[in-house]
């Protein structure tokens, strides 16, 4: 049986919450991270010693890191759609995953944090500014990706639109004023179309 350790609002647990939703296997979640504690305590931390969400634990077998979780479910899916068995879109989708986590989301933090879990006299503002104009940045690109293609790694739906998908959802509803970007907008929109999309990435932003 699958378990995973994880609060709803965190975007690293959505992509786990989410593939595992796409992929239909029973499993068991727990909350933990920040309100709801757990990942201090010496059993969560033999499992992941870095005291994050999420974890994933099957029948002994442990695993932290988000992006490797869901490649993990995904692999488990023989059929190589999720995780593709070509290996060029592979690598295209795990790209994607990649930037989602080194340049899109490292972009978007200060102004999530600054703008939804700090109070108002104790905003950044000049921090949230340059998260904003770093996010659109990285916006402009993946719209520009987006412009002609269905999913981030072509015509069907992979990890790589699970991982940036969270990512984005996150970034287009936070409180700032955003470009226009289509290819984005109706991208999200079609990840919102799908049941599991629906279910995990809720709105508000919390
Ligand atoms: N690279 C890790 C990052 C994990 C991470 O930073 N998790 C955050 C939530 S998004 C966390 O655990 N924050 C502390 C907490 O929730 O108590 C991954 O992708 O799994």
């Not at 378990?3 to 296997?25: D, F």
């Not at 639109?161 to 991208?187: F, S, T």
Request: aromatic letters at 8%; a neutral charge.
């Amino acid at each position: 049986m699958l378990k995973l350790w994880g609060r709803t609002n965190s975007i690293n647990v959505q992509k786990v919450h989410w593939c595992l939703e796409e992929l239909g296997l029973p499993y068991e979640r727990v909350d933990a991270g920040r309100q709801f504690g757990i990942v201090d305590t010496p059993e969560y931390r033999r499992m992941n010693p870095n005291g994050l969400v999420p974890t994933l634990e099957e029948d002994g077998f442990v695993l932290w890191e988000s992006n490797a979780i869901v490649r993990y479910l995904a692999a488990k899916r023989a059929d190589g759609s999720l995780w593709p068995s070509d290996p060029r879109i592979r690598a295209d989708a795990d790209r994607w995953m990649d930037w989602q986590c080194t340049t899109f989301t490292p972009a978007t933090g200060p102004a999530f944090h600054g703008l939804i879990r700090t109070p108002p006299e104790s905003r950044d503002k000049a921090a949230i500014a340059q998260s904003v104009a770093k996010s659109e940045a990285s916006a402009a690109i993946l719209d520009a990706h987006l412009s002609g293609r269905r999913f981030v790694a072509g015509d069907a739906f992979t990890v790589g639109d699970i991982a940036v998908g969270a990512a984005a959802h996150r970034w287009l509803n936070l409180p700032v004023a955003r470009e226009k970007r289509p290819n984005i907008e109706r991208w999200h929109a079609e990840l919102l179309a799908r049941p599991a999309g629906a279910k995990v990435l809720v709105t508000p932003i919390t």
